[in-house]
């Protein structure tokens, strides 16, 4: 069995697991069908009432003229490039060098839409006004993703967005959003979904994030682009003749869980703290800006997986189920913090980061 | 309110319909789950037990060395073309003139892949051997669909089938088969699944035709063939996080149905001779090859459509919720039969054609 492996199953027999809602099961289906009528209605191709009930209530949660429910933000995403580049004649974008289109979809953006991106900002840091001022290439679309996931979640302050989206607007560039993780920012910020995207053109939203649907996502905008976005989707193959399994999910977990997002973002500081508090060890950003972050081990994967195993076996609590080395031989994981976290008895937290912190010195 | 909306409210209205496996809805879902241990995990981006169990199953029936889960037969063939075209590199498929990529897609081939497409034969019957043999463009594929639905459902000779398969193995052409209705036309032909498919290099199979599952659809082949698709599944958006609702019920529907295709196939020619046998009434093909034909009336779309709100208003049954204009004044619209029909009543089924016959002979 590979180390990998060993800490996957190490982390899959723990007890009690730190990050996320729970496990990704089918019960998480049938807990949100329970008290939905038998009754109602499949949406049919991307019509009927419960497709058109939840998009509108997304559409208004977000500030946006309507919505359109797709199977995936990968598909969600490439589509409102294509809308904008198609719109400007200019089939350019830019994004920053970690972007999920970039990493995450094996080149379907350049594959079937044949659209170039242009990457703005280093690797390790958000895209700032600066950035955008100076790139030399006329692109149609912008697309910041907030919060930057791969570097940990990080954020621009929100005079920077704000800044870059009047900058875009003056020069005619569209201004997209992914929020997969948007709810999960607006405790920091301090504004409502609305609020941050009426600086932006377009907007992606998913619902496994923090919300922990099932599958899905949303795109929203003013009329014309989500009725181009239709048709795209068809194009695509995600017009399903019912989408409603993630439909009714998403509605479920939207519900349940966005009163919870101030208390994922205030568990999220509290335990990047803990972290924080152990040597060796630290985490990105530093303070977390939203209910995810980095955790960064300065120690080998070898050595860091094996003090892991032992803190899961002897606690029964996991932290993670993987590592991820770096070039310089360190390793990193990512944690989301969710509904977990709180139900956690917090002589038992202190009771693993004590044992992390005395395994880790004893590596010195 | 519409008459086009007046045909559907009646027919949602009545307590009986002839045609399809029941009503589209949530409860279809529900009754998959019931018996799945809420326990499972799901499937994670196209791997884990859940899927892997389903695809190996499917490859099994088909008679192929491997198969992918896909969300959409949209999806699936568009790229199961590609991956042909691009062996070969041409950009060129050959397909009827009512294929599903040609009307029903928005384009999607064209605009995505840049696939141009060869129409072989009149869109009123189906491809021949002649057809293949005199194509004068090299292309990389031909695509067969089996029944060719948007003309009642026929279907070739065995015969011819082999031979066109013979003919493209030797002209180095891939032969796909669109086998969304595939289980329904096997009692017609005598053959099993895995027969049937090694005439092909690739298939698609949908489980929301004759099988009655939610969505979702089976893309089969050889190992290197599946392993391309399932990257440009991932391009396509839909290499989602969890396609379980639709696995569970597609298996859930394939044991449920795939044992009474004969059934519908026995039963929609019944039906149809009582289609036949109304004046200017008659059905595509005159004797069904599957579970599905066209009902044509030679009469206009009002005629028939206040004769069917009266009969679904006095029977409570219903036939069909919409009817198709074609550019000679007549009407026509698509059966597929299911489960519904052999829970019926005969003498039901009797009055019901009784009173047709009566109301069209006094249109006369």
Redesign the interface.
């Known amino acids: 069995m590979s180390e990998a492996s060993t800490l996957l199953q190490a982390f899959k027999q723990t007890k009690y697991q730190i990050p996320g809602h729970g496990?990704?099961?089918?019960?998480?289906?049938?807990d949100a069908?329970q008290e939905?009528?038998?009754?109602?209605?499949?949406d049919?191709y991307g019509n009927g009432k419960i497709i058109d009930d939840f998009q509108a209530k997304i559409a208004s949660y977000l500030g946006k003229e309507t919505a359109v429910f797709?199977?995936?933000?990968?598909?969600?995403q490439?589509i409102a490039l294509r809308i904008w580049c198609d719109k400007k004649g200019i089939k350019k974008v830019a994004y920053h060098p970690l972007c999920h289109l970039e990493i995450h979809?094996?080149?379907?953006l350049k594959?079937?839409?044949h659209i170039e991106p242009v990457l703005l900002a280093e690797k390790n840091r958000l895209i700032e006004l600066d950035d955008v001022l100076n790139m030399k290439e006329e692109v149609a679309c912008l697309l910041l993703e907030l919060p930057q996931r791969e570097i940990g979640g990080q954020l621009p302050d929100y005079v920077t967005l704000e800044e870059i989206s009047n900058l875009c607007r003056k020069k005619g560039i569209k201004l997209h959003l992914d929020g997969a993780r948007l709810p999960e920012i607006l405790p920091y910020y301090q504004k409502s979904a609305a609020e941050v995207c009426s600086l932006f053109d377009s907007v992606y939203l998913s619902f496994?994030k923090g919300i922990g649907g099932?599958?899905g996502a949303i795109l929203a905008g003013d009329k014309a682009f989500t009725e181009e976005s239709k048709?795209?989707k068809?194009?695509?193959?995600?017009?399903?003749?019912?989408?409603?399994?993630?439909i009714?999910s998403s509605d479920y977990y939207f519900d349940e869980r966005i009163p919870k997002m101030r208390q994922y973002y205030e568990d999220a500081k509290e335990l990047a703290e803990f972290f924080n508090s152990c040597p060796a060890v630290s985490t990105m950003p530093l303070v977390p800006v939203s209910n995810m972050f980095h955790v960064h081990f300065h120690a080998s994967k070898e050595e860091v997986e094996s003090i892991l195993i032992k803190i899961y076996e002897s606690t029964g609590v996991g932290l993670t189920s993987y590592l991820r080395e770096s070039i310089e031989g360190t390793c990193s994981y990512e944690v989301s913090v969710g509904d977990q976290y709180a139900t956690f008895p917090k002589e038992k937290v202190k009771q693993v980061f004590q044992l992390l912190n005395d395994e880790i010195k004893s590596l010195k």
Do not use: C
């Open positions: 496990k990704r099961n089918i019960q998480i289906l049938k069908l939905v009528d038998g009754q109602i209605e499949s049919v797709f199977p995936s933000g990968t598909m969600a490439q979809e094996e080149d379907g594959q079937l839409h496994y099932i599958a048709v795209w068809r194009r695509h193959g995600g017009d399903l003749i019912s989408l409603y399994p993630y009714l």
